[in-house]
């Protein structure tokens, strides 16, 4: 079983900055890859980011490439999402998310196993 506590979530301003983080229990925590998926009002949850279990590859939706990086520290079991250059269009609640290493080769977001509560992002513009 693995836990995951979303933080950071608030109010901004476009072109502004916020940093969630994802808080991680359990025993496998390290071995887990770990994802950041947002949905908006009306929309489908979509995918954001994500990182290996070692920290060592990390992707991105098109639409938050150069402005959003992915982080994570096994030791301290955590997972962060820097947002900068912040925009309207970035508004949503935040998940963190977790899955079990090599479970599929699709990244579907069914094949995620665990997931926090979401945090909101809100963007003024």
């Known amino acids: 079983q693995v836990q995951l506590v979303e933080s950071g979530g608030g109010l901004v301003q476009a072109g502004g900055s916020l940093r969630l983080s994802c808080a991680a229990s359990g025993r496998t925590f390290c071995n887990y890859a770990m994802g950041w998926f947002r949905q908006a009002p009306g929309k489908e949850r979509d995918f954001v980011a994500r990182?290996?279990?070692?920290?060592?590859?990390?992707y991105y939706t098109e639409s938050v490439k150069g402005r959003f990086t992915i982080s994570r520290d096994n030791a301290k079991n955590t997972v962060s999402l820097q947002m900068n250059s912040l925009k309207s269009e970035d508004t949503a609640v935040y998940y963190c998310?977790?899955?079990?290493?090599?479970?599929?080769?699709?990244?579907?977001?069914?094949?995620?196993?665990?997931w926090g509560q979401g945090t909101q992002v809100t963007v003024s513009s």
């Open positions: 990182i290996s279990s070692t920290g060592g590859t990390a």
């Open positions: 998310a977790a899955r079990y290493p090599s479970k599929s080769s699709s990244w579907y977001l069914s094949t995620w196993d665990y």
